[in-house]
């Protein structure tokens, strides 16, 4: 089965900074990733699917990268409604894998 | 509007069986697979299982493999998970949770999620 390692499980950020979240799968995994964003009390809501492609009507400052193996979620400037816990997810075959999660706080 | 409403979590004893059950609306519900997702309290995301959109296919987590059963009922928009011998592990919010693109394009991620059923296995 695929496992998916999500780092770090938690960061705090000013508004205006660049996060950078990383997932890592312990196969290839071609761009079968996604990225969800959840926040307290509510269901997650896919960000990237594709590993790079932006769901429509999530804002510009979300990007993904990478294939294969190695992918990135990178919020280029931090807001406060960026607070949440993200979650990569495979989708390269079943049973599909999720991450553990990163919690994004701000400072 | 799209919306998926699940039913049938309770309170449970350990090696008990449950059925849970999600009514979809909004949307051509036979032109999509489903999954059951689960979250335990205070912890992340778990797959637990997918059903192809006529329900030939069928995929589960280990961890519930043999112990569940997702099934569909097209006539009726809705969507099931029988699940038994039931653990104190198996506690969490079981969301159901619908596929991204139409069947056939294999991409399974997520783009609408029920509010969730909570399942408490507890003595």
């Known amino acids: 089965d695929i496992e998916m390692t999500q780092s770090p499980s938690s960061l705090s950020a000013s508004v205006g900074d660049r996060v950078t979240i990383t997932c890592r799968a312990n196969?290839?995994?071609?761009?079968?990733l996604a990225w969800y964003q959840q926040k307290v009390g509510t269901v997650p809501k896919v960000l990237i699917y594709?590993?790079?492609t932006l769901q429509s009507g999530v804002p510009s400052r979300f990007t993904g990268s990478g294939s294969g193996t190695d992918f990135t979620l990178t919020i280029s400037s931090l807001q406060p409604e960026d607070v949440a816990t993200y979650y990569c997810q495979s989708y390269k075959s079943a049973p599909l894998t999720f991450g553990g999660g990163t919690k994004v706080e701000i400072k | 509007e799209m919306q998926l409403v699940e039913s049938g979590g309770v309170v449970i004893q350990p090696g008990g069986s449950l059925r849970l059950s999600c009514a979809a609306s909004g949307f051509t519900f036979h032109n999509y697979a489903m999954h059951w997702v689960r979250q335990a309290p205070g912890k992340g995301l778990e797959w637990v299982s997918l059903i192809s959109w006529d329900g030939s296919g069928t995929y589960y987590a280990d961890s519930v493999k043999g112990r569940f059963t997702i099934s569909r009922d097209n006539s009726k928009d809705s969507l099931y998970l029988q699940m038994n011998s039931l653990r104190a592990e198996d506690t969490a919010l079981y969301h159901c949770?619908?596929?991204?693109?139409?069947?056939?394009?294999?991409?399974?991620?997520?783009?609408?999620w029920g509010r969730g059923t909570l399942v408490t296995v507890s003595s």
């Open positions: 196969q290839g995994i071609n761009n079968f």
């Open positions: 949770v619908k596929d991204a693109l139409l069947s056939g394009s294999g991409d399974w991620y997520f783009d609408l």
């Open positions: 594709g590993a790079s």
